[in-house]
């Protein structure tokens, strides 16, 4: 009997218990649950998973797949900087040897000039001019711009750029007037002549002080890369102040321009900006083949049937050669491959690009985050711009040198100027696809891991990114590296000797490598002479011909004066 009451005791005593451990199973299931929904893969990811399996299984086929995310590891370059930018900054004072304008300027001896092409074309014309007034101890009589060209803008200098303050910092390096006097109370008709391209110091002097002796007032039409490259330090010193400091676009110019880079800083603390050169007449002067078959061929060539001296015989050659713009998607492709992600904002600087939208799509998939003027501001605000297109060029170059990083697609006035200008203020990354390099590799990435992809453009893109050390002093247009204009800060370059680790260990550049930079730049990017003691002068202007190919965009042939138009900006 005491058994069965003990166990009577023990059952009632657990079914005490019952609910409690009710309660504790039901709180366990309940979590199970939760981490359950949490933890397995969704529905998605499974289908996901599997189709990639398919894909590995199929064949031995490398799966070529394009990240969201950059990618880039922690060790590499800051994606937004120059490395060693901090160095380098823009001299362009006058030395103490540089006589003041008022003490050199001859009275009664003028120069005029007539510009030529685009926005950025006639702007280093303008430079040039100043410069090709100083060295004939001239007055400069302010520069028309190309009003008949293939852009057709009939502004006037006064209209695009700040004509007092142009005149007013110039004022001691050259006497600079709005226009001629008057003689006789007439004003002064200029004798017309025309000087070759790339005329040096001793050209000047030899073909035009005569002719300003006799005549007094000279203008020199088409004045477009009429000057020397290689110039005295003082004079490329000049070229500069007039480009970096002189020119100053105009209030209403201005103050649109910056209302757009502060809206692009509104959206995102660093953006790029992209100078696309995809238009129609671009791709068909080039004489590039993209793959679009009949249509592309047929629409192409009726455009290039406007320029009868331009023939192409193997539309495949131009871009083997790296002479093609780079496609939307492969410019996409390239940034993404650098370490830039599908968050980056991007600015396109472009006109009517070829295929359009279609065209733009894979771009926009790589970079959702795509703007122009015309989509950041309304159509009120550039209605003062619209039938002007040297003033909505404006725009787009204010935009492009503020940003944080400039790509340019094509090696034009536009291009050039602006990477000058970011060397000059900073050395604000400036990047330039290695097309050479970069046309084979696009065409075999399929075969290839993506991580293989990105390495090698990397490989192929050192040299091209806008470093302080990537062009030799005096290599390649001065528009384009201003080397004179650029100075080394000494305390700065003392720290970086006895810091070496910091550019040594855990980066990518040594003074080996900016060796090896400089090699590859000479071999993608040949150097085109100066003329300026090779030319014999002696040849007369009307029968001066010049190199027809894309790598110099500035030498085409002179019958098709649309042509440099149309590629200079």
Not at 156 to 174: A, G, M, P, Q
Request: proline share 5%.
């Amino acid at each position: 009997m005491a058994p069965l009451r003990r166990r009577h005791h023990y059952y009632h005593r657990f079914r005490y218990f019952i609910p409690l451990i009710s309660a504790v199973s039901g709180a366990l299931l309940i979590l199970f649950a939760v981490l359950f929904l949490f933890l397995a893969p969704t529905p998605f990811d499974v289908h996901q998973r599997q189709n990639d399996r398919v894909d590995d299984a199929i064949g031995d086929t490398t799966v070529f797949r394009v990240p969201s995310r950059g990618g880039r590891r922690s060790s590499d370059r800051d994606l937004w900087t120059s490395r060693n930018a901090n160095l380098y900054y823009g001299c362009s004072d006058a030395s103490k040897k540089f006589p003041k304008a008022e003490d050199v300027t001859h009275p009664n001896r003028y120069l005029a000039i007539a510009t030529s092409g685009g926005l950025n074309q006639q702007r280093t014309g303008i430079t040039d001019a100043v410069v090709a007034a100083r060295i004939l101890n001239a007055s400069l009589v302010v520069p028309k711009l190309d009003q008949k060209s293939f852009w057709k803008d009939a502004s006037e200098f006064s209209e695009i750029f700040d004509v007092d303050y142009f005149i007013s910092y110039l004022s001691k390096d050259v006497k600079i007037i709005k226009q001629l006097p008057r003689k006789g109370g007439k004003t002064w008709t200029p004798y017309n002549m025309r000087v070759p391209r790339k005329c040096s110091e001793k050209c000047y002097q030899t073909r035009l002080v005569p002719v300003l002796l006799k005549k007094h007032a000279v203008q020199l039409t088409k004045f477009d890369y009429r000057l020397a490259n290689r110039l005295g330090t003082d004079l490329q010193k000049l070229r500069c102040r007039v480009n970096y400091h002189a020119l100053k676009f105009t209030e209403p110019i201005q103050k649109m321009g910056e209302k757009l880079v502060h809206r692009m800083r509104m959206k995102s603390k660093h953006f790029i900006t992209l100078h696309l050169r995809f238009e129609p007449d671009m791709l068909a002067f080039s004489g590039c083949y993209y793959g679009g078959g009949d249509k592309e061929r047929k629409e192409l060539g009726a455009i290039r049937k406007r320029w009868k001296t331009l023939h192409i015989s193997n539309p495949d050659k131009p871009r083997r050669h790296g002479r093609c713009p780079l496609t939307p998607e492969e410019v996409g492709l390239m940034l993404r491959a650098l370490g830039y992600g599908s968050d980056v904002h991007i600015y396109v600087a472009s006109g009517e690009v070829y295929g359009g939208e279609e065209t733009l799509a894979p771009l926009k998939a790589l970079f959702p985050n795509f703007y122009s003027k015309e989509t950041i501001a309304t159509q009120e605000e550039l209605e003062p711009f619209y039938s002007f297109s040297s003033r909505m060029a404006a725009l787009d170059f204010i935009v492009c040198d503020e940003s944080d990083v400039f790509v340019t697609n094509n090696n034009g006035n536009m291009a050039k100027i602006l990477a000058g200008r970011r060397r000059y203020f900073g050395h604000k990354p400036t990047i330039r696809p290695n097309a050479k390099k970069l046309y084979r590799l696009f065409l075999s990435k399929e075969n290839t891991t993506w991580e293989a992809f990105a390495s090698s453009v990397r490989t192929y893109q050192r040299g091209f990114m806008g470093e302080p050390h990537e062009g030799r002093p005096g290599r390649g247009g001065f528009h384009e590296n201003p080397s004179t204009c650029i100075c080394e800060n000494s305390q700065a370059k003392v720290k970086r000797d006895v810091e070496p680790r910091k550019y040594g260990k855990g980066s990518n550049v040594t003074r080996k490598d900016e060796v090896e930079v400089d090699v590859q730049d000479s071999e993608d990017d040949p150097e085109w002479p100066d003329s300026d003691e090779d030319e014999d002068l002696s040849v007369p202007l009307e029968n001066d011909h010049f190199n027809r190919t894309t790598e110099d965009y500035d030498t085409v042939n002179s019958e098709e004066p649309e042509l440099e138009e149309l590629i200079s900006d």
